[in-house]
């Protein structure tokens, strides 16, 4: 998104951590300034410029303007930039050149607003997958952010990446089906969609259920049928082992 806020910097004499350190302790951190098709320029910039900039709305997608003392002035963007790890501060910055009439690739924030009747009214839970996509668009159409209105998202609802709406000639580059949000059930329980498709599911598990049931029945009853006719053998052997003792007795 194009400002009108406009950063001074000057030209850096010489390059290396003696001359970065020099320049921090005077007050400004070093910057380097590259892009469309000209060459690098080693600079030194208002860390406090810089963090405005990147800490604002727009973030690392606000064009502003560089005016170099005694060079160009160009509208730039912040590219990266690198803090001290123990002290948090800033000590080096990237700024690209834009030119205003050729398409650039940007990454924008989504912001969700409202309360999901599937939350309120039916105890889902929202979830926010992505925060961020990708688009190609023209400088001056780069929009602070994408805003998703969640109040009518019942349960199992979503919404995804081709559900925002691309302003001007704003291409999406992220995939269609990128899931941005949606809002899910509870653990241990199921959205309406998917209990409605598995209502089928105890009826059609009872009949297995019943066959593997008569099996274990069938299994046992034979198996009394063969305890019961060997105790039948057994019992014919002693009778007959009964008669000869009788009959030798005799």
Do not use: W
């Not at 926010?128 to 609802?157: K, S, W, Y």
Request: with cysteine; hydrophobic share 35%; aromatic share 2%.
């Amino acid at each position: 998104m194009r400002k009108e806020i406009t950063v001074t910097a000057e030209v850096r004499p010489s390059r290396g951590k003696n001359a970065a350190r020099r320049t921090r302790r005077e007050g400004s951190i070093p910057a380097v300034v590259y892009g469309a098709y000209q060459d690098p320029i080693a600079v030194s910039v208002s860390p406090k410029d810089i963090l405005a900039i990147v800490h604002s709305s727009t973030g690392y997608n606000t064009i502003f303007n560089l005016a170099i003392q005694g060079g160009e002035s160009a509208p730039v963007m912040v590219v990266d930039h690198q803090n001290d790890p123990i002290r948090n501060t800033l000590l080096h910055a990237d700024l690209k050149r834009i030119d205003l009439t050729k398409r650039i690739r940007v990454t924008v924030p989504i912001l969700f607003t409202g309360e999901p009747k599937g939350v309120k009214t039916q105890g889902g839970h929202f979830e926010v997958v992505n925060r961020a996509v990708q688009i190609d668009c023209l400088p001056h159409e780069i929009p602070e952010h994408f805003l998703i209105d969640t109040l009518e998202m019942l349960l199992g609802d979503s919404r995804r990446s081709s559900d925002l709406a691309m302003p001007g000639s704003t291409k999406l580059l992220s995939a269609p089906d990128e899931l941005l949000c949606h809002v899910i059930a509870p653990r241990g329980e199921v959205a309406p969609a998917e209990a409605a498709a598995t209502e089928a599911a105890p009826a059609a598990a009872a009949e297995p259920e019943v066959i593997k049931k008569g099996k274990k029945e069938e299994e046992a009853a034979a198996a009394d049928d063969k305890k019961k006719g060997a105790e039948d053998k057994k019992k014919g052997a002693d009778d007959k082992k009964k008669g000869a003792e009788d009959k030798k007795k005799k």
